[in-house]
């Protein structure tokens, strides 16, 4: 079955950036022929590892996107792709045992890729059935909401 390039967004704070490590290098074969989009910090992680195990096995690197670090907007502009429809899988290691001065924009993210159906894994068990998912390797399109009603509710500003 052929390869459906998708675009995988990987996010990490700091105290979960060796997990997220960790997992790119067991799955790096099988992100090669896809694109990474990463907030700032976690995208050098993952370039970095990324290089390094492919070039070992002369292999090219696959393209890694990196945005703002997350606390400087990293997630809002995360956020905007996927309302743009642009992600197709997330994997966000977000730190449970420590608030992060951008905690609002934490929730955020997870809001909105909960809005957009995207399948997000939160921890590394996730990530692993999801990669290891048939569907990963398809063209798969998440089924999304339709929000006519909502927007075409009548608001009455006039009381
Ligand atoms: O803060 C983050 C996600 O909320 C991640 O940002 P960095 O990848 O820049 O560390």
């Given at each position: 079955?052929?390869?459906?390039?998708?675009?995988?967004?990987?996010?990490?704070?700091?105290?979960?950036?060796?997990?997220?490590?960790?997992?790119?290098?067991?799955?790096?074969?099988?992100?090669?022929?896809?694109?990474?989009?990463?907030?700032?910090?976690?995208?050098?992680?993952?370039?970095?590892?990324?290089?390094?195990?492919?070039?070992?096995?002369?292999?090219?690197?696959?393209?890694?996107?990196?945005?703002?670090?997350?606390?400087?907007?990293?997630?809002?502009?995360?956020?905007?792709?996927?309302?743009?429809?642009?992600?197709?899988?997330?994997?966000?290691?977000?730190?449970?045992?420590?608030?992060?001065?951008?905690?609002?924009?934490?929730?955020?993210?997870?809001?909105?890729?909960?809005?957009?159906?995207?399948?997000?894994?939160?921890?590394?068990a996730?990530?692993?059935?999801?990669?290891?998912?048939?569907?990963?390797?398809?063209?798969?399109?998440?089924?999304?909401?339709?929000?006519?009603?909502?927007?075409?509710?009548?608001i009455?500003?006039?009381?």
């Open positions: 079955m052929e390869k459906r390039k998708k675009t995988i967004a990987l996010v990490a704070h700091d105290n979960r950036k060796q997990d997220l490590k960790d997992w790119v290098l067991f799955n790096w074969y099988e992100l090669i022929p896809h694109t990474m989009v990463c907030t700032g910090t976690t995208g050098l992680v993952v370039e970095e590892a990324l290089e390094k195990k492919c070039e070992k096995y002369d292999e090219k690197a696959p393209e890694v996107i990196r945005l703002k670090s997350g606390p400087l907007g990293g997630d809002q502009q995360m956020g905007a792709l996927i309302a743009e429809e642009k992600v197709d899988v997330m994997i966000f290691l977000w730190d449970p045992m420590e608030p992060q001065p951008h905690d609002v924009d934490v929730k955020a993210l997870l809001r909105i890729a909960s809005l957009y159906n995207i399948p997000t894994a939160t921890n590394k996730t990530a692993d059935f999801i990669i290891s998912s048939p569907l990963f390797h398809e063209d798969y399109n998440p089924e999304r909401k339709n929000y006519q009603d909502y927007l075409s509710r009548k009455d500003i006039n009381k």
